[in-house]
């Protein structure tokens, strides 16, 4: 069928441009990409609590990023040293390969507007989908360091109850494994038309609707016979 051989190559030239970008991102586009997440951090985080970028993300000699992330939790009891401590902030230290998950989401929305049909129809959504993915990338990243942030608190402070731990383990999920790999067919699928409605289509089922095509023009024919044999019945009979 046409609809059918159409829905086939489209998700041919995804899978095919989804992969192509995956080994492109990984071999080449992670590292500018976590470039520009750690200095667009660093100045949004500049932005929200004042003073320089710099001081709030850096990188050791390791590789390793440093947060200093801003946290003011006022008096707090710390058991580890036995007193009382007024706290303004928090330093931890976090691995690159473990922030890649907020570079991911770009490459896959290019590999899903890439196969969309009409190239010349993707430039825009291509140019503004960029936007609006490296926003969400940046927003899902700032929760994270937070998460991060108030997880290391109270890992310090007291042992964290089963509840605390949970919705900790579930936020950082959602962050890392649910974020990055839904938010790109969600953008795809609202900047393209077209892509938007071959999905929209597909999930209505409208290949269901053709059987019913071939009733309605069977009845039709149906109908002009019928009507054809009343022309030819004499008037008398």
């Known amino acids: 069928m046409p609809a059918e051989k159409l829905r086939s190559s489209l998700l041919l030239r995804a899978s095919a441009a989804l992969v192509l970008m995956l080994v492109l991102w990984w071999l080449v586009l992670s590292g ?28 050791s000699a390791s590789g390793d990023w440093n947060f200093h992330v801003p946290l003011e939790l006022g008096a707090q009891y710390v058991p580890a040293e036995h007193r009382t401590l007024e706290i303004h902030s928090i330093d931890f230290t976090a ?96 900047l393209h038309r077209d892509l938007r409605t071959e999905v929209l289509s597909w999930a209505a089922g409208t290949p269901l609707a053709q059987p019913a095509a071939r009733e309605t023009s069977a009845s039709a024919n149906e109908n002009r016979l019928r009507k054809s044999r009343q022309r030819r019945t004499p008037r008398g009979a």
């Open 32 to 59: 500018p990409l976590l470039f520009l997440l750690r200095h667009s951090a660093g100045f949004a985080m500049s932005v929200l609590h004042g003073g320089d970028s710099g001081q709030f993300i850096s990188v």
């Open 95 to 190: 691995a690159p390969r473990d922030l890649n998950a907020f570079t991911f989401s770009v490459p896959v929305l290019w590999a899903l507007l890439l196969a969309a049909p009409g190239f010349r129809r993707c430039l825009r959504p291509l140019l503004l989908g960029t936007l609006l993915m490296g926003g969400v990338e940046l927003v899902s990243f700032l929760l994270f360091v937070d998460l991060a942030g108030y997880r290391a608190v109270a890992q310090n402070l007291q042992p964290l109850d089963g509840f605390a731990t949970w919705w900790m383990g579930l936020g950082d999920y959602l962050l890392r494994g649910v974020v990055p790999f839904v938010a790109p067919f969600f953008v795809a699928i609202a």
